[in-house]
């Protein structure tokens, strides 16, 4: 998908992100994976002091840490990465 798409469907606030999606929204701002801790994928950012937590819960993306990871994206003003 997309860049520009994907985000627009992560800001969109549909129920029914792919656990795929969010870690590649997350990715594509600069968020890299730390650590798994069981259904918990921690990710982190060299400019953000917060820690961003994705679960995957049957293929779909918790609504509310995709709406943190965007919290997140906008405090910091985050910028997406360019296509390599």
Avoid: C, T, W
């Avoid at 798409?5 to 606030?13: E, T």
């Avoid at 921690?42 to 509310?64: C, R, T």
């Amino acid at each position: 998908m997309k860049k520009r798409k994907l985000l627009q469907k992560l800001l969109s606030g549909l129920k029914n992100i792919r656990f795929s999606e969010a870690v590649a929204g997350a990715e594509m701002f600069g968020f890299r994976l730390d650590r798994i801790n069981g259904s918990h994928h921690i990710f982190v950012h060299p400019d953000v002091p917060e820690l961003v937590n994705l679960q995957d819960v049957k293929g779909k993306a918790k609504p509310y840490q995709v709406k943190q990871l965007l919290q997140i994206i906008e405090r910091y003003n985050l910028q997406m990465e360019d296509e390599a």
